[in-house]
């Protein structure tokens, strides 16, 4: 419905004007971003009204508050936490895994101040940053050495670099994975220089097609752990006990690229068993790399660990040099993996652990707090508690589900249904801080699996803000 146009007019000449609106903000925010927000607040506000779409003016309070939040949001930091009600936990978007908080401390020590980052203190002469986590991986995975590069993808590229460039590297057709973000695996072992001998086919695969497939050429066994899908039916793959076999007996290293790479078994919480890390050394792989920052729950790093000649000469590969990690994420892998030396307090300690274990009645508690706060707002939003399923995340384990509880919203009937659940979703999206949600049968849904007990009043605040926003039809689609 259009308002005629001389009332048009009038509405428009009771806008405030700009210097008004300027003169009204607060005092600490820089002038050009004073005036890009009041400038957007105002032009907003124009095209609604020639839109026909406003007849009042909002107050002036509002319009000041509306365009310090912009201006707020413009001043923020650009990376910042979000609340991830998306139950995803090991969420490869909004930053795969949180690091434990007794770490901190340690994390400003080395952040603030110099550290024996290259420096042997024992010896008074320059040291190496991998000493810091050697050991630690050593003692936690039974393996003779260990090294840690930028991430899984560089621990990929560095191993078949240095032990299969020119030669050929064997690998099953089933094992060939897109791990999202458009990193396949035969991709990084084509820019590592390692001709790619493929064997099988994409469901099965026997020992006897690695023993064909090996000749002059062959540098390298390989496996590549299936992480983000898999294959059922008439299926067979070769394990790595067998595989390793085969290698010894032709002189052959054996790598397995594990993806996640677990230190703990968390089968007994109804997770499904994957091969431990160690497991996965003791059926006989020569070398193993895994992610630091999916099922570990660690910072982003690559860890490669196995026989000790093989991971000295990945080491001395150039290449190292450009894919090292940097002080702050080895203070982190240090920390988190102290914490394993106890496995069943890092479970705890850990929040990738302890969200992938907490018990679902736990989780449906925390959504009982949730909608109990949300209930006492008497938001025109229908609330409810229902079942839903968490999922692990990070290309890991794609057929596990974990059990989970949710709060869903549902936005009255006073709006308009078509675009709401969606718009409510964005409004959520663009709070600060950001709460990520999942949209399922024109519902918005928050797994509390994934979310942290001191975020509850953030996400209690968030809603209010939103619905209240919403009322006054601030957000556009
Ligand atoms: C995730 C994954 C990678 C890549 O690891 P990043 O740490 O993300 O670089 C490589 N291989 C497999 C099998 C993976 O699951």
């Known amino acids: 419905m259009a308002f005629p146009s001389n009332s ?6 009771g806008l405030p004007k700009m210097d008004k609106l300027l003169a009204e903000m607060p005092s600490d925010i820089p002038h050009n971003v004073k005036l890009s927000a009041c400038r957007q607040i105002l032009e907003t ?28 949001q413009r001043l923020s930091p650009s990376l910042r936490p979000v609340v991830n009600a998306t139950g995803v936990v090991i969420h490869t978007n909004l930053g795969r895994s949180l690091l434990p908080k007794e770490i901190f401390p ?21 040291g190496s940053r991998y000493s810091h986590v050697e050991g630690i991986l050593k003692e936690l995975t039974g393996a003779e050495s260990a090294l840690v590069v930028n991430n899984n993808a560089a621990a990929v590229l560095i191993t078949l670099e240095t032990l299969a460039k020119g030669k050929e590297a064997v690998v099953s057709r089933g094992e060939l994975v897109e791990i999202g973000g458009s990193f396949r695996i035969p991709d990084v072992m084509a820019r590592s220089g390692a001709i790619l001998r493929e064997v099988g086919a994409t469901n099965r695969t026997h020992l006897r097609d690695y023993a064909g497939a090996i000749g002059d050429q062959t540098a390298l066994l390989m496996k590549v752990h299936q992480s983000n899908f898999s294959i059922v039916g008439f299926t067979k793959s070769v394990s790595v006990k067998e595989l390793s076999t085969l290698a010894r007996s032709h002189d052959l290293p054996l790598y397995e690229d594990l993806g996640s790479g677990n230190l703990v078994d968390l089968s007994s919480f109804g997770i499904v068993h994957e091969p431990t890390v160690q497991e996965t050394l003791e059926a006989g792989a020569d070398l193993v790399s895994f992610s630091g920052d999916k099922l570990l729950g660690g910072p982003q790093a690559g860890i490669i660990v196995g026989r000790g000649n093989l991971v000295d000469r990945i080491k001395r590969n150039p290449l190292n040099r450009a894919l090292r990690i940097d002080k702050l994420t080895l203070a982190a892998l240090e920390g988190v993996l102290r914490i394993y030396r106890e496995p069943e307090k890092a479970v705890n300690a850990i929040p990738t652990l302890r969200m992938l274990t907490t018990p679902t009645k736990e989780v ?40 989970s509880a949710a709060v869903s919203l549902e936005p009255g009937r006073a709006w308009a249904v078509d675009a709401s659940v969606s718009r409510l979703e964005k409004a959520l999206r663009q709070n600060e801080p950001p709460i990520i949600v999942r949209m ?38």
Do not use: C
Not at 63 to 70: I, K, Q
Not at 106 to 117: E, F, M, P
Not at 366 to 392: H, M
């Open 364 to 403: 449906r508690r925390k959504a009982g707090i949730l909608l109990n706060q949300l209930r006492s707002l008497s938001l025109p939003i229908g609330l409810e508690i229902i079942d839903t399923v968490s999922r692990v995340g990070g290309g890991a384990m794609p057929l596990q589900r974990i059990k």
């Open 106 to 126: 340690t994390l400003t020590g080395i952040a603030g101040r110099y550290s024996n980052l290259e420096y042997n203190l024992h010896a008074g002469e320059r």
């Open 8 to 13: 048009v007019q009038n509405i428009l000449r």
């Open 45 to 72: 506000l124009r095209s609604q009204i020639l839109a026909g779409k406003m007849a009042d003016i909002p107050p002036m309070n509002e319009l000041v508050s509306d365009a310090a939040e912009l201006a707020f």
């Open 440 to 477: 399922e049968n024109e519902k918005i849904i928050m797994d509390l699996r994934t979310v942290q007990d001191n975020e509850i009043p953030l996400i209690v605040e968030g809603v209010r803000t939103a619905v209240v926003k919403f009322e006054r039809k601030i957000y556009e689609d």
